[in-house]
């Protein structure tokens, strides 16, 4: 390499040695690459108000995970709670009713260390309609057969029908041996729908 050429790179590698042109290109490269980031963490994003009486679980960062709980790894808890608010601070903080456990952690967050409480009735189940057994077991009882369904084998057939549970939406309904739930609950079968 010659002495001209090796002036000319230490040269170009300056910002004085940029033109105009050059600075405009590189300008807009980093314009269309934030523009980019920006739209795809704009669908990722989720603008959730929270009302005063709400409840809503609290994210822990995970050095608090090791130090409060004890655990580090997958079984980590990631949220704790929940929590019910107590007051919107600014648009975007709340301020949460923290237990005695939690009395020298702040108690206003910012939006994006809440995750909602969708608390579902349906999941509420009162412990005076449970028989709890000394093993801390209970037994489930079929309410209705939603519908039934035949699949075929090799060899056979296999009827199954689709139950619906007590103390459970239909949305927890399983499919189960037709064979098996006649066997054992014979009075769901009385209804002509099913009796074939």
């Given at each position: 390499?010659?002495?001209?050429?090796?002036?000319?790179?230490?040269?170009?590698?300056?910002?004085?040695?940029?033109?105009?042109?050059?600075?405009?290109l590189?300008?807009?490269?980093?314009?269309?690459?934030?523009?980019?980031?920006?739209?795809?963490?704009?669908?990722?994003?989720?603008?959730?108000?929270?009302?005063?009486?709400?409840?809503?679980?609290?994210?822990?960062?995970?050095?608090?995970?090791?130090?409060?709980?004890?655990?580090?790894?997958?079984?980590?808890?990631?949220?704790?709670?929940?929590?019910?608010?107590?007051?919107?601070?600014?648009?975007?903080?709340?301020?949460?009713?923290?237990?005695?456990?939690?009395?020298?952690?702040?108690?206003?967050?910012?939006a994006?260390?809440?995750?909602?409480?969708?608390?579902?009735?349906?999941?509420?189940?009162?412990?005076?309609?449970?028989?709890?057994?000394?093993?801390?077991?209970?037994?489930?009882?079929?309410?209705?057969?939603?519908d039934?369904?035949?699949?075929?084998?090799?060899?056979?057939?296999?009827?199954?029908v689709?139950?619906?549970?007590?103390?459970?939406?239909?949305?927890?309904?399983?499919?189960?041996?037709?064979?098996?739930?006649?066997?054992?609950?014979?009075?769901?079968?009385?209804?002509s729908?099913?009796?074939?």
């Open positions: 390499m010659t002495p001209d050429e090796a002036l000319y790179r230490r040269k170009c590698r300056t910002l004085l040695c940029w033109t105009q042109d050059k600075v405009r590189i300008r807009y490269c980093l314009k269309a690459a934030f523009d980019r980031n920006k739209s795809y963490l704009n669908l990722k994003r989720r603008d959730i108000e929270y009302f005063v009486g709400d409840y809503a679980f609290l994210k822990v960062s995970p050095l608090k995970k090791v130090h409060r709980f004890g655990c580090k790894g997958k079984f980590s808890p990631g949220f704790i709670g929940s929590y019910r608010i107590l007051k919107c601070v600014r648009s975007i903080s709340y301020q949460l009713e923290l237990p005695l456990e939690l009395n020298g952690t702040q108690d206003v967050f910012h994006s260390m809440l995750r909602q409480n969708r608390s579902d009735p349906s999941h509420i189940v009162s412990i005076n309609e449970i028989e709890v057994r000394l093993n801390l077991s209970f037994e489930e009882e079929p309410v209705q057969i939603l039934r369904v035949f699949k075929l084998l090799r060899r056979r057939s296999i009827h199954f689709k139950v619906l549970w007590q103390n459970h939406g239909t949305k927890d309904a399983t499919w189960e041996p037709k064979d098996l739930i006649q066997q054992q609950h014979p009075h769901l079968f009385e209804s729908k099913f009796k074939g």
